[in-house]
């Protein structure tokens, strides 16, 4: 896949970025099939605007068939009710739009793609059939075994839906003994153009490349955040939720309130309600919590993007355009932080997904084998914080990054649970979860279970931090300052505990280091203390008392 210039160019800083199915154009009229194939379209891929859909559009030459299988593989069992809502909804809806575009759809329910397409090959002949390459590896080796055993012609070409491409990646990682989003970030920004200096080879606008540290402000009070009103779901979708009750009871979360978009209309709408309302403050707040403002500056777009509906690509520019038209009121740190975890970090975890999934599918290098504690799945618990966050994720299918990251995923890390087990949560409890980007986030950055493939340390933090980024504390029964007693906060007490259970290990990691030692110069008396209290605090988490 080459790099070309966009459609539309914003301003000079903005770059180049990635062609609108430049490489199925080339391939789908004269690809190595011999007839017009079917398309077969996942049920992450629900694009037009990219791939053989887009190309399929393009060229005047073929009507193709399109197949859609709308399976549990799709769905694994179980989901949060609004996940299964969003999926449903989203894939019958873009079957609509495909037949309005003149596309002759089947859409097929089954328990697996491949008694789906085995469906679709029964009903019509299907000898060629062209896809793009799915997000997880273990289904493309799948489709390929399926059609081997049936004798369908399978052509998968790259998935246009990603920024970057996996010669990129393989260039980048070949000579590294370390792999870190930093580095990964710096090299495709420059190969893009995005947020340069004009006329300064590789160099970064305003001379830094990375603003995270000025993305770390307490939401004041009385902040005015603009509400984020839900979607009125779509008449398929209307449908769905009617179906989803029906199931209710297997899953997890609520259907009350759902408003998630489930088409390409109402996702662009999100996009423009992010860029015009809140891209300017997403930067200093992107790491603050709030007990009154559910998903403060945050642009809600995940769900959209990794369904399909909109483009990574397309979301970049929009935001970049944004920013070109009001770098006034839009900071640096605000648009490079929404660039960076675009273009960094979810390109990032798609490829050590593809490098390391076998590997994360049992990784517990810190040894834990403690379970998830009950609170992750009723928010019933004194700790006003996690109480808080698994509310609004049973009501949404949502809640931030540094809320699964330094609430849900740390205090998992902290008393122990096994990887897995947490990797399995997430995938159940979130509107936007998939494997590719799940579990690299769970398994190898929140639980740190690989011991360090794509992170330097783990990601912890005691009842300090907690206070520090958000105002849950204040109505806590516990106390974030302390560590022993009826009211010691279990996140400082057991942060002690980490460090001391893995000291040997950590005293040795530049970035651990200082951490370790200052427990060590602690009193005996006052760490074995802290170790009895850690002791309790497990007692309780597993006997729903904490």
């Not at 960076?340 to 994360?360: A, D, K, P, S, V």
């Not at 096994?418 to 590719?436: G, M, R, S, Y």
């Not at 190898?444 to 849950?472: C, E, H, N, W």
Request: aromatic fraction near 8%; proline fraction near 6%; hydrophobic fraction near 40%.
């Amino acid at each position: 896949m080459q790099i070309v210039r966009p459609t539309v160019l914003v301003a000079s800083a903005l770059g180049e970025g990635l062609g609108r199915g430049e490489v199925l154009q080339r391939r789908l009229p004269g690809s190595t099939m011999s007839v017009s194939p079917h398309i077969l379209v996942l049920p992450d891929q629900l694009t037009d605007q990219v791939g053989p859909v887009f190309a399929a559009l393009s060229s005047k030459k073929m009507k193709s068939t399109i197949l859609m299988v709308e399976s549990r593989d799709a769905q694994p069992a179980p989901r949060h009710v609004q996940a299964l809502v969003t999926l449903r909804a989203a894939g019958r809806e873009f079957a609509e739009q495909l037949r309005a575009h003149g596309f002759t759809v089947q859409l097929i329910q089954a328990e697996t793609y491949e008694e789906g397409l085995s469906a679709a090959c029964a009903a019509g002949s299907v000898t060629d059939l062209l896809a793009m390459e799915p997000s997880g590896p273990q289904l493309t080796t799948r489709l390929r075994a399926w059609a081997k055993s049936t004798g369908v012609h399978l052509e998968i070409v790259p998935n246009e839906l990603w920024l970057t491409t996996r010669e990129e990646w393989e260039e980048f990682a070949s000579d590294r003994k370390e792999l870190r989003m930093e580095y990964w970030y710096r090299r495709v920004r420059v190969a893009r153009g995005w947020l340069m200096e004009p006329g300064a080879k590789g160099e970064p606008l305003g001379g830094v490349w990375n603003l995270d540290q000025e993305n770390r402000q307490r939401l004041p009070k009385g902040a005015k955040v603009p509400s984020t009103p839900p979607f009125p779901p779509s008449r398929a979708a209307q449908q769905v939720i009617e179906e989803v009750r029906a199931e209710a009871s297997k899953h997890f979360g609520s259907l009350d309130g759902f408003g998630w978009p489930t088409n390409r209309a109402q996702a662009l709408e999100a996009l423009e309600r992010f860029c015009k309302e809140r891209l300017a403050a997403f930067g200093p707040y992107e790491d603050a919590m709030s007990t009154e403002h559910d998903h403060l500056y945050h642009s809600l777009l995940s769900s959209a993007i990794n369904l399909g509906l909109l483009t990574p690509h397309e979301v970049s520019l929009r935001a970049l355009e944004e920013f070109a038209r009001r770098p006034k009121e839009i900071p640096l740190q605000s648009i490079e932080g929404f660039i960076r975890q675009i273009l960094g970090w979810r390109e990032f975890m798609h490829h050590t997904y593809e490098t390391f999934w076998r590997e994360w599918e049992t990784a517990n290098g810190l040894k834990h084998h403690e379970p998830l504690p009950g609170f992750y799945w009723s928010g019933e618990t004194k700790m006003a914080c996690i109480a808080r966050v698994v509310q609004k994720l049973i009501k949404s299918g949502h809640v931030h990054h540094i809320e699964r990251l330094m609430l849900l995923g740390n205090f998992a890390l902290l008393i122990g649970v096994t990887p897995q087990e947490v990797d399995a949560w997430f995938l159940e409890a979130f509107i936007d979860a998939h494997p590719w980007v799940v579990t690299p986030n769970v398994v190898a950055m929140s639980q740190f279970a690989d011991l360090g493939k794509i992170t330097s340390k783990p990601y912890i933090s005691g009842g300090a931090y907690v206070s520090r980024m958000g105002d849950d504390c204040s109505n806590c029964f516990y106390d974030p300052k302390l560590s022993v007693g009826e009211r010691a906060c279990p996140f400082t007490t057991l942060y002690w505990d980490f460090i001391d259970r893995h000291a040997e290990r950590f005293v040795k990691n530049p970035r651990m280091a200082r951490q370790v030692r200052s427990w060590e110069s602690r009193k005996e008396s006052v760490r074995t203390e802290i170790l009895e209290q850690a002791k309790l605090i497990r007692k309780r988490a597993k006997s729903g008392q904490l």
